[in-house]
């Protein structure tokens, strides 16, 4: 679950031909990418079988290899122009059928989950025009992982449903609806700024 930030990195160069297509696709990273929507069925049933807990552990199983698979691409060399857009994809495609689910079996609102899916609409498809135009990738930053994790702990509130936390509800939906507010201005303001070329004193061009 991640946000872009001005600083777009270039698109990576194809690699020389002693590497095959295959070894290209087949990386740990992108295995770790697909982990998540094969674990994403599993999230969603538990969630229908009110099976709290076992919802949440495997929540936490697929947030880890979200976090792992960028590192390891990194660590091994294996960052990729289709891991990049494979892991983009899964976040989005995992968000928004927990976010679906929960509205349907935990009363989550659904103009907060809309407002969230369609949030994260506009990013892939302003993620793919910036990626096309100027073969750019954007990265997270501050506001994005803060709303990462807001929306996270949003899916885990609703998820665990503790009557002891309930009456925190309005404070949760609240922050979340600011948030995805916040996130959707900062994301206008770096995809605009990245199709202008322009920079900040002290920003590295592009």
């Known amino acids: 679950m991640t946000e872009p930030a001005l600083s777009g990195e270039p698109a990576t160069p194809h690699p020389k031909n002693n590497h095959s ?48 698979d960028g590192y390891l691409a990194r660590k091994l060399g294996q960052v990729s122009n289709l891991g990049r857009v494979l892991d983009h994809l899964v976040d989005k495609v995992w968000v928004s059928s927990v976010l679906v689910t929960l509205v349907f079996i935990r009363d989550l609102p659904i103009l907060i989950a809309g407002a969230v899916i369609l949030r994260d609409l506009v990013i892939l498809v302003g993620s793919g025009v910036i990626m096309k135009v100027r073969g750019s990738f954007v990265q997270s930053d501050v506001v994005g992982k803060i ?40 994301y206008v303001t770096v995809y605009l700024r990245l199709m202008a070329r322009f920079h900040l004193p002290g920003e590295e061009s592009q």
């Not at 674990?39 to 947030?63: G, R, T, Y």
């Not at 002891?164 to 949760?172: D, E, H, P, S, T």
């Not at 922050?175 to 900062?186: E, K």
């Open 21 to 68: 297509t295959s070894a290209r696709i087949v990386t740990i990273p992108n295995i770790l990418s697909v982990s998540r929507i094969i674990l994403l069925p599993v999230v969603l049933l538990l969630l229908f079988k009110h099976q709290n807990a076992a919802a949440v552990v495997v929540m936490l199983i697929s947030w880890s290899t979200d976090a792992l």
């Open 147 to 186: 709303t990462g994790c807001a929306f996270a702990l949003m899916m885990l509130f609703y998820t665990l449903e503790l009557p002891a936390l309930m009456k925190y509800k309005a404070a949760v939906d609240y922050t979340v609806a600011i948030l995805v507010v916040v996130s959707s201005l900062n």
